[in-house]
């Protein structure tokens, strides 16, 4: 076994914590979860499997995961941030099993590649696979303090690369997943409109990572696209150029789901507020200063 904590943030998980632990136990010393004070069985799924759970009031993803951080007694000199609904591959528990040992001192966090199902099947084509910073030494790594789109960062260090997948697979229904993308759609607007507006607080992120680094400024270009045409464009691109129709009905629900109606909904939401202070840039970036910015 791995000097590793596996580290879960929960609320109402009930339908993937037990899959997401028994992955954990096989890599993992010890199995933390930070639960969001669950109404649904989570919580005693979670202790009749052995892992130690804690519990803190959610305010968003950032606060939850640094929380958590600061508050869980982690002892092994690894963490490994895990999803519910995720679990690792075969080969990368082996691949951990085999690189870890061998680590020098200056390397202080792996990314490793995070493939996607979606309705129970393997999305292979039309999105380019998320390198994601997941294991890192405890006491170098944290998360920044932002509302979405939030990354983890070393905080000295550098960052290597794992080459095998963990998969994000939810088990739950179309209507939780529109339910979900609803609301992450509304802080995917706030975002857009913060970094159009470039109201970000200004960062002491050191390293996420080259992938995340790529990503931020494919963003950047991304915001100055026309409203909606972006969202019409980035599903035709994904679904026709990076041949996604060949992942079947669920590769069509995916990409016209998450790559077109998602990103058209955050735009609406962008286009809602800019109409209400009549695009009007110093009222709205008024607006978002006193809503979104120091809560």
């Known amino acids: 076994m791995q000097d590793i904590s596996a580290y879960i943030i929960t609320y109402n998980e009930e339908i993937h914590i037990a899959r997401a632990i028994e992955n954990a136990q096989k890599y993992a010393k010890e199995v933390f979860v930070l639960d969001s004070y669950s109404t649904d069985k989570t919580v005693e799924i979670a202790k009749s499997l052995g892992a130690k759970v804690y519990q803190h009031e959610f305010k968003y993803h950032a606060d939850q995961l640094n929380w958590g951080l600061q508050n ?35 390397i202080t966090a792996f990314t490793a590649p995070c493939l996607r199902k979606f309705l129970g099947k393997y999305i292979k084509h039309g999105i380019i696979p998320l ?6 030494r405890r006491g170098h790594a944290q998360w920044e303090d932002k509302r979405m789109d939030e990354h983890i960062y070393v905080t000295d260090g550098c960052i290597e690369n794992l080459k095998c997948p963990f998969f994000d697979d939810n088990l739950n229904n179309i209507s939780w997943w529109t339910n979900k993308h609803n609301n992450y759609a509304t802080k995917e607007a706030i975002d857009l409109l913060l970094t159009e507006y470039n109201l970000h607080p200004q960062s002491s992120v050191v390293n996420s990572g080259a992938h995340s680094e790529a990503i931020r400024r494919k963003k950047l270009k991304y915001i100055k696209l026309p409203l909606f045409w972006r969202a019409f464009a980035f599903f035709i691109l994904r679904y026709f150029f990076r041949l996604g129709f060949l992942d079947g009905k669920e590769g069509f629900l995916w990409h016209f789901l998450q790559g077109f109606w998602y990103r058209t909904l955050a735009d609406a939401k962008v286009f809602e507020i800019k109409k209400k202070y009549n695009f009007n840039k110093e009222k709205i970036k008024n607006f978002l200063k006193e809503n979104y910015l120091n809560k």
């Not at 679990?87 to 870890?100: A, S, V």
């Not at 390198?131 to 890192?136: D, E, V």
């Open 72 to 106: 869980i007694p982690f002892t092994t000199e690894w963490i490994w941030r895990q999803d519910a609904d995720e679990y690792l591959t075969d080969e990368l528990i082996e691949e951990l099993k085999n690189r870890l040992p061998n680590v020098p001192d200056h």
């Open 131 to 136: 390198i994601l910073l997941r294991l890192f």
